[in-house]
């Protein structure tokens, strides 16, 4: 097999590895909306990071005595004290990102931001991620930012009702998330070419929940009743947004150019108005339709060569 083929078959995979996180996070956005008539934002962040770290530990510890077994060479070095600490830096650096992020779009949900509305103000990270990746010296090609208009002009097609839009209080929570998952993309860029992904994701929650964690103590007064109420909704966002898609998110971005990555993690706010309308029975309307066509001839449109890093 070519040098060509091969890397475009990589290329491929490593897309539909973020299209499949796309979709579960697509069908996040309800959850979070749910869970937050019963917690808090750092309830709700402290334990769905909690339970993405749990959930991934005892998949890092087979991975490692597999590889103690298989690739000795490998297994000590990631054993070496330089490889634990650019693992932990990465981990304290996506987690921070990651705590910030989630927090700021539960509280968006807190003062009554529509999910449609979140999921377009979320997704502007697909505008973010490239005009600071231009601060780092990266630039993008024309077909590139050609892409990010036309998906920025699906996601207002998909999200955004006929009367217009209205700026509250909560969006601009919603706002300053999107801008700390931009960061959260960009780091996670740099530090998965060198460490494993898997460790990584885990590391990113175990830091991220301690912060939310103290955040919670000082802020939030939980009950028990309530996080009961809340559990259903934050097992969904523990094990399947956190601890599976967002390693997914790792894994997938791996050699890929950030800011096509942005656009095909953006296609969450597509299929969270699929996921209404198959599962829940909401209307899908003409405009919606048109929106999530204009999103996914974009991501097709960053695929193309001429593109890549």
């Given at each position: 097999m070519s040098s060509s083929s091969s890397d475009t078959l990589f290329q491929l995979r490593q897309s539909a590895i973020l299209l499949l996180t796309a979709m579960i996070w697509g069908a996040t956005f309800v959850a979070q909306s749910l869970g937050m008539d019963s917690v808090g934002p750092f309830t709700f962040t402290t334990t769905r990071m909690l339970l993405g770290a749990f959930f991934l530990l005892p998949i890092v510890l087979l991975r490692r005595k597999r590889l103690a077994a298989e690739k000795p060479a490998e297994a000590a070095r990631r054993s070496a004290p330089q490889y634990r600490r650019t693992l932990l830096m990465g981990g304290i650096l996506c987690g921070l990102c990651l705590f910030g992020?989630?927090?700021?779009?539960?509280?968006?949900?807190?003062?009554?931001?529509?999910?449609?509305?979140s999921g377009f103000i979320t997704a502007l990270y697909i505008v973010f991620v490239p005009i600071i990746s231009l601060f780092l010296g990266r630039r993008g090609s024309p077909l590139l930012w050609a892409a990010v208009a036309l998906s920025l002009v699906g996601l207002w097609f998909l999200c955004i009702p006929p009367e217009g839009f209205t700026i509250a209080a909560g969006d601009l929570f919603v706002l300053a998330c999107a801008v700390v998952f931009s960061l959260h993309i960009l780091v996670i860029g740099r530090y998965v070419l060198l460490v494993d992904a898997v460790e990584l994701s885990m590391m990113q929650f175990f830091c991220g929940s301690i912060l939310a964690f103290f955040a919670m103590l000082a802020l939030e007064s939980p009950t028990w009743i309530g996080w009961q109420t809340a559990l259903p909704a934050m097992l969904w966002a523990g094990i399947m947004s956190n601890g599976i898609a967002y390693t997914l998110q790792i894994v997938g971005q791996r050699g890929m150019n950030d800011t096509t990555s942005s656009l095909i993690l953006s296609l969450e706010s597509v299929f969270s108005v699929i996921s209404g309308w198959l599962i829940l029975n909401e209307v899908l309307s003409m405009r919606e339709g048109l929106g999530c066509v204009l999103m996914a001839a974009a991501v097709v449109l960053a695929q193309l060569p001429g593109n890549k890093r």
């Open positions: 992020g989630e927090s700021l779009q539960q509280f968006g949900f807190v003062h009554d931001t529509e999910v449609g509305k």
